[in-house]
Structure formats: structure tokens, C-alpha cells
């Protein structure tokens, strides 16, 4: 059964710092990997999404990589912002099953 | 607009007093799901539908009902709630294989 794991759990950065979070994933046969935000009690915007054939994605400040071989996907955060303050979730497509993350709280403090 | 609609978004009820929260997307999406997200543990998929009339259980089924009638619709359906069914609910579709899931706003029930 897959499992998703990110970390950290939570981090805090000063404004305009270069961030980077982690996901793993336990079994590498997926057909694709999204990255979310959801703010505190609301619903989840999607930010990227990579297919399995696929090593990065890009839109604006934000970049997702994913190695599948080893399980591994990153979102790197260029230039942080207050409005980037929020929790993002990982999310690995198996099948028709799609297994999330715990997601990483992130602050980005003025 | 692409979008996925649910509602109530938010709703109170009294334990055992039969409840449905809807679900409608507007994309011609084969593949809908319910999920539901609790503190600590995440989001974890309660039914799902691969498309009319083909539905199947998730992590967390038990108390749970759905339907899929229309392509469109994937209610969730609380025959008889209780408490520990308190609990912020997502519904979500895409199309089948690996295209991009599209979730809708979540429907926060309080069952009292």
C-alpha cells in the first residue's frame, strides 16, 4: 500500500528566503504526482502536477521535481512570500487511488 | 468554468437524521471521489467511482454511502450519522489515468 511521506512537518522562513519541500512515496509505479495548497479550513488549490514520464514542472516562483526511481519529489519556492504562508500537500495517482501526504505548514514571516 | 461544486459547505445535524452532501463537476470527468480530512491524520478517500454506476470503497467506508447515476453527480450520502462522522469532506474528480485532480471547496459537517 503507498505511502506518502513529507517532510518537514512544518517550517518557518523570513520573507525572500529560497525554500525547498520534501516528498516520498513508497512504491514508484504512479501514474502522477500533484502538489496543493490549501489554506487553513479551505478547500485545496492544485499547483503543479507531473506526470510519471516527466522530471519537473514549472509555474511562476514554483518548481516540482520528481524522481521516480527513488521515490523522491521536491517543491522548491523561489523568493517567499506572506501569501505563500499556507499548508501544501503532496499527493501520489496509483491506479485509481490517490494517497496524500501530511503536508508541510509553511510561514513565511514579514 | 472548470470547477466541482459541493454542498452544503457547511452543515450541522444531529446524530442519526439522514444527510446528503452533493457533488457535481462540470468537466465530463470519468473518475470522482469522496475524501475526508481529519487532524493528524490527513486526507483519506472514503468511496470512489471510475464512472455510472461503478463505484468503490476506499480507506474509510464504513457510514458512508454514494451513488453515481449521471456522470456528472457522485453524492455521499449519511444514513444514520454519528459524531466521530465530524469532519471536513472533499469530493474530487479527474479524468481517468493520470490527469489532473480538481477538488471542490470541502463541506465541513458537525454531527452533534
Known amino acids: 500500500k503507498q505511502e506518502v511521506t513529507q517532510i518537514p512537518a512544518a517550517l518557518s522562513v523570513p520573507e525572500g528566503e529560497n525554500l525547498v519541500l520534501n516528498c516520498s512515496f513508497t512504491d514508484s509505479a504512479i501514474y502522477n504526482l500533484q502538489w496543493f495548497r490549501q489554506d487553513p479550513g479551505k478547500g485545496l488549490t492544485s499547483l503543479l502536477l507531473i506526470q510519471s514520464s516527466q522530471r519537473e514542472q514549472t509555474s511562476g516562483r514554483l518548481n516540482a521535481s520528481l524522481d521516480k526511481s527513488s521515490g523522491r519529489s521536491t517543491l522548491y519556492i523561489a523568493a517567499s512570500q506572506p501569501g505563500d504562508s499556507a499548508t501544501y500537500l503532496c499527493a501520489v495517482r496509483d491506479n485509481n487511488d490517490m494517497r496524500f501526504g501530511a503536508g508541510t505548514r509553511l510561514t513565511v514571516k514579514p | ?112
Open chain 2, 1 to 112: 468554468e472548470a470547477q466541482v461544486t459541493q454542498n452544503p459547505r457547511y452543515l450541522i445535524t444531529v446524530t442519526g437524521k439522514k444527510l446528503t452532501v452533493t457533488c457535481s463537476q462540470n468537466m465530463n470527468h470519468e473518475y470522482m471521489s469522496w475524501y475526508r480530512q481529519d487532524p493528524g491524520l490527513g486526507l483519506r478517500q472514503i468511496y470512489y467511482s471510475m464512472n455510472v454506476e461503478v463505484t468503490d470503497k476506499g480507506d474509510v467506508p464504513e457510514g458512508y454511502k454514494v451513488s453515481r447515476k449521471e456522470k456528472r453527480n457522485f453524492p455521499l450520502i449519511l444514513e444514520s450519522p454519528s459524531p466521530n462522522q465530524t469532519s471536513l469532506y472533499f469530493c474530487a474528480s479527474n479524468k481517468g489515468g493520470g490527469g489532473e485532480a480538481f477538488f471542490g471547496q470541502g463541506t465541513r459537517l458537525t454531527v452533534v
